[in-house]
């Protein structure tokens, strides 16, 4: 399911450009729009995923990511309050859920997700958070307590970074504002590419 690059973007139109330089794990996260805008952007992003062989993880809409055909879900712990579990399962819809602390990791893991997501692990400009940058030391103590669940980093990472996330025990290190922010977000993920390649 996971690529040890995992990029999130927040439209399906940037993935023709992205999707043939090789990045084969995608979530698509969009934020207020209706369900038709939403429904017509998870279609078109899994017909392109399709076509070349990437995962696409749906973020949040898990009802549309079933209605859609889609595989796989991300969900982050509100969205846990209002999640048919069963009926994801029963749809044979892989999900992967975020944690920050130890209640959340509970929570989760009690749910036997398909992965489990850390973060902040540095300052991230995506979103305002409670939670400050949880750093390499936390993320291989949730390696230790994850057990053979995989495990993704997400927060402030930059390619030069990424090492030590896998280092730390990271399967799969999450990608948002180093790329859709960058000048030249082609050039960034091959360069991610590149050096998730060598881990």
């Known amino acids: 399911m996971l690529a040890p690059f995992y990029l999130i973007v927040d439209n399906a139109d940037c993935l023709e450009r992205y999707l043939p330089l090789g990045v084969k794990c995608v979530q698509l996260r969009i934020k207020d ?9 998870i279609k078109k992003a899994k017909t392109l995923c399709d076509a070349f ?19 796989a879900v ?15 399962r029963q749809a044979n819809v892989r999900y992967g859920i975020s944690t920050h602390d130890k209640a959340e990791l509970h929570r989760a893991s009690a749910l036997q997700p398909d992965y489990i997501a850390l973060g902040p692990i540095y300052a ?6 409670p939670w400050r940058p949880q750093g390499l030391e936390k993320l291989a103590r949730w390696r230790l307590r994850v057990g053979d669940i995989p495990l993704v980093a997400i927060g402030g990472f930059t390619p030069d970074l990424a090492a030590g996330a896998f280092a730390a025990g990271a399967d799969s290190v999450c990608v948002v504002t180093d790329v859709l922010k960058h000048p030249n977000p082609e050039q960034r993920i091959s360069q991610w590419l590149n050096c998730c390649h060598h881990e």
């Not at 729009?33 to 952007?41: F, K, N, Y």
């Not at 696409?56 to 889609?70: E, H, K, R």
């Open 33 to 41: 729009r209706s369900d038709h805008e939403i429904t017509q952007a």
């Open 124 to 129: 991230t400009l995506l979103k305002k958070m």
């Open 53 to 71: 062989d990437c995962q696409l993880i749906v973020n949040d809409y898990w009802q549309l990511a079933i209605d859609t055909g889609c595989n």
């Open 74 to 88: 991300h969900l982050g712990q509100e969205d846990l309050d209002n999640a048919d579990i069963n009926a994801i």
